[in-house]
């Protein structure tokens, strides 16, 4: 069921950049009446400049993708050798039905929307992204989730032939991911297909990934495979190379450090040599829409 | 081949060293701000810069064996290459300080306890009495002692190096190979008995 969630920020009936930016007026406006009802911004980081979208080119130059390299220019110099079709998913695990599914038929079936979306990265940089996508739920439910699922796990497609960055070891390839049900089931998480209304570029996860705006963008998988569901916390690639770094929520947390840097702060790119840090908001600045899934647990404990 | 290094090392003085060594600093600036530094151009200068503060400190390292195993003398340009070496940490950290986290309690948290950074800070502070130390002056002065003070030059390689390993995600092999032509340069300076011990 699609257009389930409503952006804090107006309904986009068109596409294009040249409109996202005619329209920052606007959001601008709308955004500054969020920031009163959140009241989480502080300092000069206010909400006007936090959902301003990031420009295409920022969108798709600067990336963490190791499947094609660990320079963030990499992924934009590498992945045109990608070929993403033809692309199926595979789905399986607690399934009614079970299957290959071809990604035409897959988006036969679904309703794109757009999502203007917070993007932390667990590096502490931060980009503002109008992707195009459907609701994992709504692929979830083509599939049919049985009783007593708990889980889902993703995976990256595995092509060293065309993805340069698996022929070193950087990671235990193929690279997967996973969400508890309640977190894969939230109407936050999508499928991006597109981003401007454009089809989704190899360097950010064609032909579609996993877009998990309040947590940290590693776990927003990219070029997806294979979907299983099941009733048990799937393995996570970042998570089992260094588990006191990643941990399987991985929720943005400004309270919660990574060992190696604070996670208090962000640098939202595309400012310039001279752009500050602004503040992170809990839960990305999704904490009213999702903090409930985590009632009575320990963000520290389980980060 | 020897012989011309050699000949040509000696017409050439040290000095333009300093001005060709300020270039890509100012390039680099240059870049970030037109924006040929990409999307987020403070990380890309501060790694840029970090980088070639460390090429440099491996070729400052490799003078010695150069002299030692292949006779090429490039001992003149050696103290140009140590100061550009402190020259491009200094920037590095000016960077990280002044434009990347701007909050001085933030900073002083990052160091006392992101064991990279501290690391970090260890290596550039062992460098400041060796950049404090590098003119003649003080080579008169201080003598043997210049020597050994010197030496301090090791710590600051292998800190380097180590902090350039803790920085990065993954298993990546960069960062392995400074840290390992470092130990390798580092090793054959070890004496094989107390007489050849060299510097």
Redesign the interface.
């Known amino acids: 069921m699609a257009y389930r969630w409503k952006n804090d920020l107006k309904d986009k009936d068109v596409t294009d950049e040249g409109a996202f930016l005619n329209r920052r007026q606007l959001m601008i406006g709308m955004g500054a009446l969020g920031a009163i009802g959140t009241g989480a911004f502080v300092g000069k980081a206010n909400a006007a400049a936090d959902l301003e979208p990031?420009s295409y080119?920022?969108i798709t130059?600067?990336n963490n993708f190791?499947e094609f390299g660990?320079g963030?220019?990499d992924p934009a110099a590498y992945a045109h050798t990608l070929t993403t079709s033809p692309w199926t998913v595979k789905i399986e695990g607690m399934v009614d039905k079970p299957g290959d599914y071809a990604f035409e038929d897959i988006m036969a079936k679904m309703t794109i929307e757009e999502r203007l979306y917070r993007f932390r990265c667990v590096?502490a940089?931060s980009a503002v992204i109008p992707w195009n996508g459907f609701e994992l739920s709504d692929l979830l439910a083509l599939a049919g989730v049985q009783s007593g699922a708990k889980y889902v796990g993703f995976e990256t497609l595995y092509r060293p032939e065309e993805m340069v960055g698996q022929n070193?070891?950087?990671?235990d390839w193929p690279y997967v991911e996973g969400l508890r049900m309640d977190e894969a089931m939230n109407p936050l998480t999508i499928m991006a297909t597109g981003i401007y209304g454009k089809d989704i570029p190899n360097q950010n996860g064609a032909p579609l990934r996993l877009v998990v705006p309040w947590k940290y963008g590693f776990k927003s998988i990219k070029s997806i495979v294979k979907i299983t569901v099941l009733n048990e916390e799937p393995p996570c690639t970042w998570n089992q190379?260094n588990a006191s770094e990643y941990g399987f929520y991985s929720n943005v947390n400004p309270e919660v450090?990574h060992?190696?840097?604070?996670q208090?702060?962000e640098?939202k790119?595309?400012g310039?040599?001279?752009?500050?840090?602004q503040p992170t908001l809990m839960m990305n600045g999704y904490a009213d829409q999702v903090a409930g899934m985590y009632d009575g647990m320990d963000l520290r404990k389980f980060y | 081949m020897r012989d011309l290094i050699n000949r040509m090392a000696r017409r050439v003085p040290a000095w333009p060293l300093y001005i060709l060594g300020v270039v890509p600093v100012a390039y680099l600036f240059w870049l970030g701000i037109n924006g040929g530094l990409g999307a987020e151009p403070i990380k890309a200068l501060e790694q840029k810069i970090g980088g070639i503060g460390l090429q440099l400190l491996v070729a400052g390292l490799a003078i010695t064996p150069l002299r030692r195993f292949f006779g090429i003398n490039l001992i003149k340009f050696r103290r140009a290459i140590g100061l550009l070496v402190f020259f491009y940490i200094v920037v590095h950290l000016l960077v990280w300080l002044l434009i990347d986290v701007q909050d001085m309690a933030r900073i002083w948290q990052d160091i006392l306890k992101r064991p990279y950074i501290t690391i970090g800070m260890v290596g550039f502070i062992c460098m400041v009495p060796l950049a404090v130390t590098s003119n003649n002056w003080s080579v008169r002065r201080l003598g043997p002692v210049w020597r050994r003070l010197h030496r301090l030059t090791y710590i600051v390689a292998v800190l380097g190096a180590v902090y350039f390993v803790m920085l990065v995600k993954g298993f990546q092999v960069e960062p392995l190979v400074y840290l390992a032509v470092i130990l390798g340069l580092l090793a054959t300076r070890v004496p094989k008995r107390r007489k050849s011990a060299a510097v």
């Open positions: 990031n080119e920022d130059s600067y190791y660990t963030k220019d590096e940089w070193r070891r950087t990671l190379i450090d060992p190696r840097w604070s208090a702060t640098r790119i595309g310039g040599l001279f752009a500050g840090r």
